[in-house]
C-alpha cells in the first residue's frame, strides 16, 4: 500500500472517531441543569423509567429544549457485592419469625433521597431456602387427578416446610399493624397484608395477600362449592378494601391464586395490572373469578382437571415425578 493511500485511510479514520462520543470525566453530571416535567413511562418489574425534562442545548445560547431521559438500574457487581453490603445502611421494615425486610441506603438517610434498594433477609435459611431462591432448569409437569394423589399429595403431606409466619399473621403475633382488611369468620375469613414485595410506596407496583382463616385448604385442589362463600367474600371485600385506601378500582387488579403456591394454605394474590409479579404466566396463574365461575359448574372441576404447571430440577416434587418414570 503506497504512502498516499495511507494517509487518505488514516485520515478518514481521525474523521470518523471526531464524531465518537466521548466519555465525560468531568465530576459535574450532565444533568446538573435538568428540570423534570413528568414521568412518561415506569417500569417497576425491570427498574426503567422514562422521564420528559428540559435541559440546556450545548452551545447554552437557546432556551432548554425538550429532554426524554431513559434510566434504568444496573446490574449488580457481583466481584464487589460483598464490599458494597458492608458500606451499607439499614433500616428494619418488617420482622416476621425468620423473615425481615429492610431500607438499603448506599448514602445518609437522612440525606432525603431516599432507599436506593429494598431487601428481604430470610435467616437463619435451611437448605430448602437455599434450594427455592437457586437458579435451577425449570419443566412443565402436566398433573392428571391420578398423577396429583399419587404423587402429590403425598409429598404435600409430608411437607416440612415452616408456615408459621402464616400463623402469626393470622394470630396477630405479627404485621398486625400492617393489616388492610380482616374478616374475622371462621368460615368466610380472612386477612389481607401487603405483600413482602411491596415498598408500599408505588401504587402501580401494589401486590397484596389475602390469607384465610379456615385450616384444611392446601390449594384450588381442593376447593369446592362449599368454598364459594368464602371465595366471593375475599373478591368483593378485598377489592373494596384496595379501592377505599388506595384508590384502584377493580379494573386496575389482578386477583388470582398459584398452582403449585408457594406455601399449603389457601392464599390469593392481588396486584396491579401493570406489576409483573412473579408467578403471573399462564403456567401458574389462576384468575380467582374464573375459579368461581368453574366452581358454580362443577363443585369437582379441580378435583377432576389436569393443572399444568413448573417444576425445577432442585424440587423434591420433580424427583417424585422423575422416579416415576414421568420425565424422560
Known amino acids: 500500500m503506497n504512502t498516499e493511500v495511507m494517509e487518505v485511510k488514516k485520515k478518514k479514520l481521525e474523521d470518523?472517531?471526531?464524531?465518537?462520543?466521548?466519555?465525560?470525566?468531568?465530576?459535574?453530571?450532565?444533568?446538573?441543569?435538568?428540570?423534570?416535567?413528568?414521568?412518561?413511562?415506569?417500569?417497576?418489574?425491570?427498574?426503567?423509567?422514562?422521564?420528559?425534562?428540559?435541559?440546556?442545548?450545548?452551545?447554552?445560547?437557546?432556551?432548554?429544549?425538550?429532554?426524554?431521559?431513559?434510566?434504568?438500574?444496573?446490574?449488580?457487581?457481583?466481584?464487589?457485592?460483598?464490599?458494597?453490603?458492608?458500606?451499607?445502611?439499614?433500616?428494619?421494615?418488617?420482622?416476621?419469625?425468620?423473615?425481615?425486610?429492610?431500607?438499603v441506603y448506599s448514602g445518609d438517610p437522612t440525606d432525603g433521597i431516599g432507599a436506593d434498594m429494598k431487601a428481604t433477609l430470610i435467616h437463619p435459611a435451611t437448605e430448602k431456602h437455599i434450594a427455592k431462591y437457586s437458579d435451577h432448569e425449570p419443566f412443565?409437569?402436566?398433573?392428571?387427578?391420578?398423577?396429583?394423589?399419587?404423587?402429590?399429595?403425598?409429598?404435600?403431606?409430608?411437607?416440612?416446610?415452616?408456615?408459621?409466619?402464616?400463623?402469626?399473621?393470622?394470630?396477630?403475633?405479627?404485621?398486625?399493624?400492617r393489616i388492610i382488611v380482616e374478616d374475622a369468620d371462621p368460615e368466610v375469613g380472612f386477612v389481607m397484608v401487603p405483600d413482602m414485595k411491596w415498598d408500599r410506596q408505588n401504587a402501580n407496583t401494589l401486590y397484596m395477600v389475602a390469607i384465610v382463616h379456615k385450616h384444611g385448604i392446601k390449594s384450588?385442589?381442593?376447593?369446592?362449592?362449599?368454598?364459594?362463600?368464602?371465595?366471593?367474600?375475599?373478591?368483593?371485600?378485598?377489592?373494596?378494601a384496595i379501592k377505599d385506601q388506595y384508590g384502584l378500582s377493580s379494573d386496575k387488579l389482578r386477583v388470582y391464586f398459584h398452582y403449585q403456591p408457594s406455601y399449603y394454605h389457601l392464599h390469593v394474590h392481588f396486584t396491579h395490572v401493570q406489576f409483573e409479579a412473579p408467578g403471573t404466566d399462564v403456567l401458574r396463574a389462576h384468575l380467582l373469578e374464573d375459579v368461581i365461575d368453574n366452581l358454580h359448574m362443577d363443585s369437582e372441576f379441580y378435583c377432576k382437571k389436569t393443572l399444568s404447571y413448573v417444576v425445577?430440577?432442585?424440587?423434591?416434587?420433580?424427583?417424585?415425578?422423575?422416579?416415576?418414570?414421568?420425565?424422560?
Open 16 to 103: 470518523n472517531f471526531k464524531d465518537e462520543p466521548q466519555i465525560n470525566s468531568k465530576k459535574d453530571t450532565v444533568f446538573k441543569d435538568f428540570k423534570l416535567i413528568n414521568v412518561l413511562r415506569e417500569d417497576a418489574s425491570h427498574k426503567l423509567i422514562t422521564v420528559r425534562g428540559l435541559l440546556p442545548t450545548n452551545s447554552g445560547l437557546e432556551s432548554p429544549a425538550d429532554a426524554v431521559l431513559l434510566l434504568e438500574r444496573k446490574a449488580f457487581d457481583l466481584s464487589k457485592l460483598e464490599q458494597l453490603l458492608h458500606m451499607t445502611k439499614t433500616n428494619e421494615t418488617l420482622r416476621n419469625d425468620i423473615y425481615s425486610t429492610h431500607d
Open 140 to 177: 412443565i409437569v402436566n398433573e392428571t387427578p391420578l398423577l396429583y394423589s399419587k404423587l402429590t399429595l403425598p409429598y404435600i403431606q409430608q411437607s416440612t416446610f415452616s408456615i408459621q409466619w402464616v400463623y402469626n399473621i393470622l394470630e396477630k403475633k405479627s404485621e398486625s399493624e
Open 220 to 240: 384450588i385442589r381442593d376447593l369446592r362449592q362449599e368454598h364459594l362463600p368464602l371465595l366471593e367474600n375475599i373478591l368483593h371485600k378485598g377489592k373494596t
Open 312 to 328: 425445577r430440577d432442585n424440587d423434591m416434587l420433580y424427583t417424585r415425578f422423575k422416579e416415576e418414570g414421568y420425565f424422560r
